[in-house]
């Protein structure tokens, strides 16, 4: 069993949660994930390291409750346990000195590019850090951000903080603050992913996305994050999770992300339901 550290919510519908695991703790790199589940014979599901402690032997996972799994994930609570936690698994982020690097996260992604930017400033790049979202208060870790960037830039859907509308917005953006990224990494939900891509893509910029498909085993074995990149199949757990964002099949990986939304969010959503009928009912 594997002991939960802290366990909060960080945001609305946004949770951290820090285990031990000195396992992890000790061999995990910037853009590595873990594979956990919430319970016995529950689902495995993968989720990015945000950051981690060697000394102390803890890693911090970020993420949002979505579906039935990480509704269970969201209730523990410090000192209780989990059954598994595995890792670090896939390849990490390569880290080297590019020049300028534009870092774009949201929702959980805010979280998991935290450890990316500290390791690329570390090389001497300098960090250009946009985190989105739909309101100003979703965003968190904004001042750890700040720390390991040399310019923050904010966009919300409604306007609330920075530059209203979604990544999309980009080229309005560069031209305003006068900068070409030699490089752009991304991370957070598929679709944030395919529209930064899709953006990144007529500007003629690099850019790297850390993939998020369903998995099950995290070493190749099963093929349920299989991909499609270029003209090839990759496996997001063993050849990723980061790829060429302009060279994956976007259509493709949003409808595989579908594939459990009867069984995971459906039944989420149903006993929420229940639970507020009978709350209603007691009143």
């Known amino acids: 069993m594997f002991k939960v550290v802290a366990a909060r919510m960080i945001a609305p519908n946004m949770h951290l949660l820090t285990m031990q695991a000195p396992h992890i703790a000790r061999e995990v790199k910037p853009g590595q994930f873990a594979i956990l589940r919430a319970e016995e014979e529950g689902e495995r599901i993968p989720l990015s390291i945000a950051d981690w402690d060697k000394e102390l032997g803890t890693i911090t996972l970020i993420f949002m409750n979505i579906g039935s799994t990480t509704n269970r994930l969201a209730a523990l609570e410090a ?60 965003f968190y870790w904004q001042d750890r951000l700040k720390a390991v960037s040399d310019k923050m830039i904010h966009i919300t859907r409604d306007g609330t903080k920075g530059y209203k509308g979604h990544i999309s917005r980009l080229p309005d953006i560069m031209k305003d603050i006068d900068e070409t990224p030699d490089r752009v990494i991304v991370n957070g939900c598929t679709y944030l992913l395919k529209r930064a891509s899709d953006t990144t893509r007529s500007m003629e910029l690099t850019t790297w996305v850390s993939l998020n498909p369903i998995m099950i085993d995290g070493t190749g074995m099963c093929g349920v994050c299989r991909v499609t990149v270029g003209s090839s199949t990759k496996f997001a757990c063993v050849d990723g999770p980061d790829f060429d964002g302009h060279q994956v099949n976007w259509d493709e990986l949003l409808q595989r992300r579908k594939t459990y939304m009867q069984e995971e969010v459906v039944p989420l959503r149903t006993s929420r339901c229940e639970e507020h009928r009978l709350k209603v009912q007691e009143q």
């Open 79 to 138: 000192e209780s346990s989990i059954p598994t936690l595995v890792g670090p698994l896939g390849n990490a982020t390569d880290i080297e000195h590019y020049g300028t690097v534009l870092l774009v996260g949201g929702c959980y992604g805010i979280g998991s590019i935290f450890p990316i930017a500290r390791a690329l400033r570390e090389k001497g790049n300098r960090i250009i850090t946009l985190i989105e979202g739909r309101s100003s208060y979703l």
